[in-house]
Every structure is written in structure tokens, then in C-alpha cells.
């Protein structure tokens, strides 16, 4: 039911302009027209020239404005129509290629259903782990992996428009994966900006206090910030597979996936090993001065992962998170641009579920979803999240326990490292501690006991840091708790102040 409200709002918002249009006389164009003057109403505006196939589904608010007493979406499923769109798409995703396009010639409903994108995505994906040619859509991918004898080209890219189908989860998975992101998602850029600050500066401003800075200019030197385009990327990469999501792709692959996915969670590369497998990437990048410390350097091979080159085309992102392992970050931004929006670790997101233990977070929306439905409530919020835009040559520090958004605003090439300073020893230690290290604990092998390998590690090459850690934490913590002198002459029973000198 996420989204409901926002979704409603659209709806009332189409239906008092239904009266009043909807006069082409195609009644294909008719539904396509409606869908995107529908957006464009309420001040959305729909991605490129060809949104995606939608196959004629409307909100389900429509409906009662519908002259049809059918909504199609039901009569056509017969006795599973009483379950929830979300439950029909599950069993869906049981069935093998086959079995969804035959059921998708027994009814108009079952043709939108089984043509439901994520339904190939999730078919593609889970057997295809040497990556896939993209085309088109996931279902011609899958054709054409499957049953290459089918010339998928010479398939039409529209497909059926199926009239009065109302469904407001397959309405809204279409809008997410459509809309252009609104300029007053954008508009708010209150982080902190600095350029050529000192790493002492860095430290007592930002690392200590434990706030997020932009910083600009620190990239200068980077020879990837001339070199790294797409040609130049693929030409080194030569046939070097990178991670993104459950498969291992050619980038030359992912390109021809990113040009032309139009989806509401674009897949994203995002590799861990970069470095190793094409070493050459190493040498165009090194690590901003303010972020040199990192201990986590002291377990080798061990460490757990820590830098990643992330690719994405616009859409594309990271949902909201806290950074693995307690860590801090800093995120480079080489190509392209950013949203980022960020809430302190104290304040949780709204629409983000954690679970208690934090080892899992609910997180049911998209990112576009998210703006759309829990943006707008921040507006009002006492503790504003802080967000910017970041450009290509600068770069983000996400200081530990933050949670951040992240969305791609144009195709993007980015460095991100996590790393542990002398700031943030002890609450990393803390963390690999916790009882449920195993399930908290990532992006490495041994869980369990990271804890006492990293403590032995940093005693053997830092010897007396830990203590010296802990004993300097002591020390702030009882000045913070030491009254002030105003507190110390506060009379605490009668709220006045006396003067006992
Ligand atoms: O999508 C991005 O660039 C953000 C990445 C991020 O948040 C992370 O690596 O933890
Ligand atoms: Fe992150």
C-alpha cells in the first residue's frame, strides 16, 4: 500500500481532466496520451520519447470514473483475481519462459501480467550468470537467449493496449520507471561545500564531528577524470567481467544494457575487484589525502571489500543504507552527476524499515518511489537530511552510521572506497563485536571472527592505539557529562540559580 496517498492525489488530479480531453481518435494514442498528460498534470515529466510498454493499465482510482462496470485486470484472471497484484506477479514467478508466454494468450489480463517486465528481468538474471545481450526488453532478451531461431527484431515494440485495466501496483511500477526526476527534488543542496581545506581542517571540521562534506577540486590529478569514458573503459576492459547485481558482465555488455534499459531499478555495476582485474583502473585514480588512514589495510587479504568503480545509467542508484562494517566513505563522482540525500544516524528515513537488530532493512520502494511518495515529508522535518548534487570532480564524505540515497542523474562513472581512520576505530570494533556479527558483518568471508583478527592485526602494527583510543573516548565522554558551570550553579530544586561562593 506504500504510495497509496501520493498515487490517489494523481488519480483525483486525472480524473477531473478526464472530462475535458482524451479526444484522439486512436484509442491506442488515446491511453498513451492519457498516461503521459496523466504525468505531465501533476508535474511529472516522462523519460526520453518512448516510455516504456504499458500495455494500457491505469490507476485503479480510474475505475470509478470508468463508463466499463468491468475492470479487465479481474475478469480475466477468474478465481486468482481475489488475490493482490503482488501475489498473482509471485506465482507468476514461479512458471518457466514457456509457460508465461502460453498463459499469456489465455486473457487480456493474463497478457499484461505475464508480460510484467521483472518477471524476464528475474528469468534473464537467474540463468543467465555469464550476462546477457540486451534487447530491447527482458522478454525479447530472453527470447533471443532462448529460442534464438525467433527474430526478435522483427517483433513490433508495441504491444497490445488492453482497455479499462486498472491496477495501481503495475500502474506505478510503470510511472517509477518513466519519470523524469522533478526539479524540486533536486533544488535543496545544503551540504557543506570546501575546496582545499587541510587535512587538520578535514579532521576537527568533519571526521570528529562525524559530518558529511562535498569536496571540490581534490580530483584534480586524477588521470580519470580525462581518460574514463566509455570507449576508453571498454577498450581497457577488453573482456574483463564486472558485477552487476546477480551477474558478471562484459562492459561493452552493460553499455548496450544501459542505453537502453527504461526500468524502475536500472541494474548497476558495482565491482568490488575492479582493481584486480583490470589493474590499469588502479593506476588512474589515488586516494584523496583526507582519506589516507585506513586500517583495515592491516588484515591483507582478509579485509573486507572496500572499493568499487560503480557504473549506472540515470535512474540508477543505491536505495538508503547505512555503510558496511561501521565504516566511513568517500564516493568520487569521474562522469556524470549525483543526487545524494543523507540523514544523520540518529534519524531513520522515512519509508526505511530496520529491523531491530539492524541486520535487515525494509526498504519497499524505489528510489523514484521514495521522491514520489516521502520526499515532500522531509520539508516539514525538524532534522532536514542533508543533500546536494555531486558533479563529476568532486567527491562525498559519508561519515559512519549515516544512511544515504543515491541517484544517478545522467550516465555515471564513479570511485567509492569505505575505510577505517583512527576516528572511527572503535565504533568498527564495536560493530565487528556485536552478537550478531555474522549477519551484520560484510563483504568478507570469516564473520565471526573479524573482530579478534582486526584487534590482533592493529596491536601488532599500531601497538597501544586501541588504548589510547579508548582512554581518550573516556575522557571526552565525562567532560560532556561534566556539568557546566551555569549547571553547577543551577539550585536543582527550585530552578533558580543560587550563588554558593
Ligand atoms: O550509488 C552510489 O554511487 C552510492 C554508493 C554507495 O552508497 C556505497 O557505495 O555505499
Ligand atoms: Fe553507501
Known amino acids: ?23 484522439t481518435k486512436n484509442p491506442k494514442r488515446k491511453i498513451e496520451q492519457e498516461q503521459e498528460d496523466c504525468a505531465a498534470e501533476d508535474g511529472f515529466s516522462l523519460k526520453g520519447s518512448s516510455p516504456s510498454q504499458n500495455y494500457g493499465v491505469q490507476p485503479l482510482g480510474n475505475f470509478y470514473f470508468s463508463s466499463s462496470p468491468h475492470n479487465s485486470r479481474n475478469t480475466g484472471l477468474g478465481n486468482i483475481q481475489t488475490l493482490t497484484d503482488e501475489l498473482v506477479l509471485d ?27 521483472p518477471l524476464w528481468r528475474n528469468l534473464v538474471l537467474e540463468n543467465c550468470g555469464d550476462g546477457f545481450l540486451f534487447k530491447r526488453s527482458w522478454k525479447s532478451t530472453y527470447v533471443a537467449t532462448y529460442q534464438p531461431s525467433f527474430d526478435v527484431s522483427k517483433v ?3 504491444g497490445l493496449k488492453v482497455k479499462d485495466f486498472y491496477s495501481d501496483y503495475l500502474f506505478q511500477s510503470w510511472l517509477c520507471a518513466n519519470l523524469e526526476m522533478k526539479h524540486e527534488w533536486l533544488d535543496r543542496d545544503n551540504v557543506i561545500r570546501r575546496k582545499g581545506i587541510s587535512l587538520d581542517e578535514f579532521i576537527s571540521n568533519f571526521e570528529e564531528p562525524n559530518k558529511p562534506v562535498l569536496l571540490e577540486g581534490c580530483l584534480d590529478n586524477w588521470p580519470a577524470l580525462e581518460k574514463w569514458d566509455r570507449d576508453y573503459l571498454v577498450k581497457v576492459c577488453g573482456d574483463a567481467r564486472f558485477s552487476v547485481g546477480p551477474v558478471q558482465m562484459k562492459l561493452d555488455d552493460y553499455f548496450r544494457y544501459s542505453d537502453q534499459a527504461q526500468e524502475e531499478r ?22 584523496p589525502l583526507y582519506f589516507n588512514e585506513d586500517l583495515f589495510s592491516v588484515l591483507g587479504e582478509e579485509r573486507p571489500d572496500y572499493r568499487w568503480i560503480i557504473i549506472g545509467p540515470a535512474g540508477s542508484g543505491s536505495s538508503f543504507h547505512i555503510d558496511p ?3 566511513s566513505a568517500w564516493n568520487a563522482v569521474v562522469k556524470g552527476s549525483k543526487k545524494w540525500v543523507l540523514f544523520p544516524p ?9 529491523s531491530s537488530d539492524g541486520a535487515e532493512v525494509a526498504c519497499p520502494v524505489s528510489i523514484t518511489e521514495w521522491f514520489m511518495n516521502f520526499y515532500e515529508s522531509t520539508k ?17 564524505f559519508v561519515p559512519n552510521g549515516w544512511w544515504h540515497l543515491v541517484i544517478n542523474l545522467e550516465d555515471s562513472i564513479a570511485i567509492t572506497q569505505n575505510f577505517v581512520s583512527r576516528r572511527n576505530l572503535l565504533n568498527v570494533m564495536e560493530f565487528l563485536k556485536r552478537p550478531n556479527a555474522s549477519s551484520l558483518v560484510s563483504g568478507t568471508r570469516d564473520r565471526v571472527n573479524l573482530h579478534d583478527k582486526f584487534r ?15 582512554l581518550e573516548a573516556e575522557k571526552k565522554k565525562a567532560e560532556q557529562e561534566k556539568p557546566s558551570f551555569w549547571d553547577s550553579v543551577k539550585d536543582s530544586n527550585s530552578g533558580a540559580f543560587k550563588f554558593s561562593f
Open 380 to 396: 516539514t522535518w525538524k532534522k532536514k537530511p542533508v543533500e546536494c548534487v555531486c558533479k563529476a570532480g568532486e567527491v562525498i
Open 1 to 23: 500500500m506504500l504510495g497509496c496517498r501520493s498515487l490517489l492525489k494523481q488519480i483525483k488530479k486525472r480524473k477531473r481532466r478526464k472530462s475535458h480531453k482524451c479526444i
Open 325 to 327: 562494517n561501521s565504516t
Open 456 to 470: 590482533n592485526a592493529i596491536e601488532a602494527s599500531y601497538p597501544g592505539t586501541i588504548d589510547k583510543l579508548v
Open 156 to 158: 513490433g515494440s508495441l
Open 91 to 117: 506465482i507468476l514467478g514461479f512458471l518457466s519462459g514457456t509457460d508465461l508466454g502460453i498463459l499469456s494468450t489465455v486473457s487480456k489480463s493474463f497478457y499484461v501480467f505475464c508480460n510484467h517486465e
Open 346 to 354: 540518529d534519524v531513520v528515513p522515512p519509508g526505511v524499515h530496520p
Open 266 to 287: 536500472p541494474l548497476y555495476l558495482f565491482d568490488p575487484k575492479f582493481a584486480d582485474k583490470v589493474p590499469k583502473l588502479d593506476q588512474d585514480y589515488e586516494v
